[in-house]
């Protein structure tokens, strides 16, 4: 009976000692076949390392592939606490180098953490500050490779391009617009460490970061870099309150450059004024455009048919009365008999009055619709503007007056230029945009592009047609002479701005501004210059801005490698014009034969014998009547 219990109590114990060993045996078969790759996760927290390692973000190139916005490698500091063996030491030598308080560093070395980045004071660290760190040789002191943002032309083309901030996210401009593309993938140094946090040096593994994607913009570095130029030419001779430029090839929307004043380093971004970061005045900028506005009106009055701007007829005696206000012309005394061309190369407020009642609101209304006034443009840069236009119902003949003429609305220079492009191009608009393409950086094949887009059409062909002759003619016979490039066609139209504050026009104080094309009879670029109430100097923006526009000019033809057109209308000289003369051929001439022929200019020869071989500049080309021409004699 004894021995019946004791063998009982034992096969209880053994089937109990059996169910928990099956317990066991199950619980280790989970987690080897279920929860194994967790706990190992969770291991390799408790005894990896990894040293960051930042991407380079993504080129951005002009057209040509000019580097706009590069890369440069810098260091920063990153701790390891547990491997750091005197911490009060390393703290206080650490904020002696970076010019902190000890207090402050504390909070880094002491902290309880696997990995302290030192941030901001440790990030992008000189070389000098750096080179102080590694002569140290702390243990748990390390230096990493860090990429940052470097914009080696400085201020050129900072409003479109933007900044980046510490962490390398792009803040404004392309940077923040494309921010996901441009940014890459982090690498990193990882490693495996002991108990106290010392490196297991066979268990290193290399993981390499990942360039960002790489950008090619519209972008002409030629044109973009004679913008700038001019534009710090127009704050050295006028002091303005601002200034811009934009330059588009009018058959695509492209934009071929664009910058304006203030401008900023993106290298230093922190140290320019916030306002000044924030607005890209090609864009954003929205006032009365003044007379370069009559171009919309005039395309528009063609195309209704309503004028025929070589027959028809305005007689201007100096001013109009519209709904009891007096309307003025520039002119005292007005221009008298004209025709509607002519209205248009004198800028005839008055006659642009007429223009605007014989299309009438709606149908006036309809074309800046049509052209995309009053709308963004939709370019792909942040912080554009719409502009304002007067809602239907609130145009009465006052309004519709000063519409005509340019006054009472609010456009942006980006919506004249695109509207202008329209004009030019045959009648159609295009959505203006700047980014060309987008490529992997290794293989640099691409991965998007981005093409023209047409919006819509606006006026025919034929009104185009005659919209270029009408702005030739006004540079070599009206208002815009002063951009008239002698042997290339060139067209335009200028335009002076009273400026509005609180409601009221403010005295003396314009925007003057200039549109042109070129080459007129088939336009490579449409450019718009504008400055802010430009001081010391004449209130006429054809001494102001078509000047400005006319050295612009010059470097899109060797740009864009426009070559001279035969045909244009010949400028109306005046009193202090420079004198050209077409060069001859000299080639077998005697030097007294030569002179005859290109007297005023002088000549200059080298070699011996009795006769030209050789002269520069070539036969058909046009000098300056003081220039000088060479010659080579021999036999």
Same mark, same amino acid.
């Given at each position: 009976? $004894? ?24 619980? !280790? ?46 260091? &920063?500091?990153? #701790? ?10 390393? &703290? ?9 308080? *000890? ?14 980045? %030192? ?21 748990? !002191?390390? #230096?990493?490779? =860090? ?44 490693? $495996? ?7 297991? /040096?066979?268990?290193?593994?290399? @993981? ?7 950008? +090619? ?80 009106? +005039? ?11 070589? /027959? ?7 001013? !109009? ?21 002519? @209205? ?19 149908? #006036? $209304? ?19 503007? =719409? ?6 119902? *609130?145009?009465?003949?006052?309004? #519709? ?16 230029? +695109?509207? %202008? ?26 991965? *998007? ?23 030739? &003619? !006004? ?59 430009? *001081? ?11 000047? @400005? ?20 209308? %010949?400028?109306?000289? =005046? ?35 009795? /006769? ?8 058909? =080309?046009? %000098? ?12």
């Amino acid at each position: 009976m $004894f021995s019946e219990k004791i063998d009982e109590r034992i096969r209880i114990l053994f089937l109990v000692l059996l169910f928990f060993l099956v317990l066991i045996i199950a619980r !280790v078969l989970y987690i080897q076949l279920f929860n194994y790759r967790m706990l190992n996760d969770k291991a390799n927290d408790l005894w990896s390392r990894n040293l960051p390692l930042a991407a380079d973000r993504g080129l951005i190139l002009d057209r040509n592939g000019i580097i706009l916005a590069d890369n440069i490698t810098t260091t &920063s500091l990153v #701790l390891i606490p547990s491997q750091i063996k005197n911490k009060e030491e390393v &703290s206080l030598n650490l904020s002696k180098i970076l010019n902190v308080s *000890k207090e402050e560093m504390d909070k880094h070395v002491f902290k309880e953490t696997s990995i302290e980045r %030192v941030h901001p004071e440790g990030r992008q660290l000189s070389y000098d500050i750096a080179d102080k760190i590694d002569n140290l040789k702390y243990d748990g !002191v390390y #230096l990493v490779k =860090e990429s940052k943002r470097y914009y080696p032309n400085k201020e050129m083309l900072s409003h479109v391009l933007g900044y980046v901030g510490i962490d390398n996210q792009g803040l404004s401009g392309l940077e923040l617009e494309y921010n996901s593309y441009l940014t890459g993938a982090d690498g990193a140094i990882k490693y $495996f460490s002991d108990a106290k946090g010392n490196s297991l /040096k066979l268990s290193d593994i290399y @993981v390499a970061p990942q360039q960002g994607m790489n950008i +090619t913009l519209t972008i002409d570095y030629n044109i973009q870099t004679s913008i700038e130029r001019e534009l710090d030419n127009v704050v050295a001779m006028f002091n303005p309150d601002m200034a811009l430029a934009v330059a588009m090839d009018p058959s695509t929307g492209e934009i071929l450059g664009m910058s304006s004043r203030p401008t900023y380093d993106p290298n230093n971004y922190k140290e320019a004024d916030i306002t000044t970061i924030n607005r890209n005045l090609p864009i954003w900028a929205s006032y009365e455009p003044g007379s370069t506005f009559k171009i919309i009106t +005039t395309a528009s009055a063609v195309e209704e048919k309503v004028v025929d701007l070589f /027959k028809d007829t305005f007689d201007d005696s100096g001013s !109009v009365k519209v709904s009891g206000t007096r309307i003025g012309c520039w002119k005292s005394g007005g221009h008298g008999h004209q025709t509607f061309l002519q @209205v248009l190369e004198n800028s005839c407020n008055p006659g642009f009055v007429r223009l605007g009642f014989l299309l009438g609101k709606e149908r #006036l $209304f309809s074309y800046l619709d049509l052209f995309g006034f009053g709308n963004k443009t939709g370019i792909d840069l942040n912080g554009e503007s =719409e502009g304002i236009i007067f809602p239907l119902n *609130k145009v009465n003949d006052l309004e #519709l007056a000063t519409t005509a003429f340019g006054q009472g609305v609010s456009v942006t220079p980006i919506q004249q230029v +695109t509207a %202008v492009s329209a004009v030019v191009n045959g009648g159609s608009l295009y959505k203006p945009y700047i980014v060309k393409s987008i490529q992997e950086p290794e293989t640099n094949s691409v991965i *998007k592009s981005f093409d023209k887009q047409l919006v819509r059409k606006t006026i025919s062909k034929e009104t185009s047609d005659i919209m270029k002759y009408a702005l030739e &003619s !006004v540079v070599a016979r009206g208002g815009g002479k002063y951009a008239y490039i002698e042997g290339y066609r060139v067209g335009g139209k200028t335009g002076t701005a009273q400026k509005v504050e609180n409601g009221k026009y403010l005295v003396n104080n314009y925007i003057m501004s200039f549109m042109s094309i070129i080459p007129a009879n088939d336009p490579k670029a449409v450019l718009y210059v504008a400055i802010d109430n430009p *001081k010391n100097t004449a209130l006429l923006s054809s001494y102001t801005t078509a000047p @400005v526009a006319r050295k612009i000019l010059l470097d899109i033809i060797d740009a864009l490698h426009i070559e001279k057109q035969d045909g244009g209308i %010949v400028k109306e000289k =005046e009193w202090n014009d420079i004198q050209y003369i077409e060069v001859p051929d000299l080639t077998g001439l005697t030097i007294k034969e030569a002179k005859g022929k290109v007297y005023p200019c002088e000549l200059d020869y080298s070699g011996t014998g009795s /006769k030209i071989i050789e002269q520069s500049p070539l036969p058909g =080309e046009k %000098v300056d009547i003081n220039s000088k021409i060479r010659i080579l004699l021999g036999e």
